[in-house]
């Protein structure tokens, strides 16, 4: 891995820690930990959580801005 990979590799498991915190604490503030909004009767994942929605729309947020930026700074 180049030191450039490594220095993503990190920062997205930064962010992702720092989602999961975010996620965690904007449920937790409206009471609404661990609520279950819908149970599916796959085996991978059963449960869809409001954590998990925040989770993922913070991560899609991100993931967004990244390839935005790449683009930008790829064609300079």
Do not use: D, H
Request: no cysteine; hydrophobic share 50%; proline share 0%.
């Amino acid at each position: 891995m180049s030191n450039t990979e490594i220095k993503q590799f990190l920062f997205i498991i930064l962010f992702i820690t720092i989602n999961l915190v975010i996620s965690f604490s904007i449920t937790y503030f409206f009471g609404i930990t661990n609520t279950v909004i819908y149970r599916s009767v796959t085996s991978m994942i059963s449960e869809v959580t409001y954590e998990m929605l925040i989770f993922m729309s913070l991560a899609l947020i991100e993931s967004s801005i990244y390839e935005v930026s790449k683009v930008k700074f790829t064609t300079i």
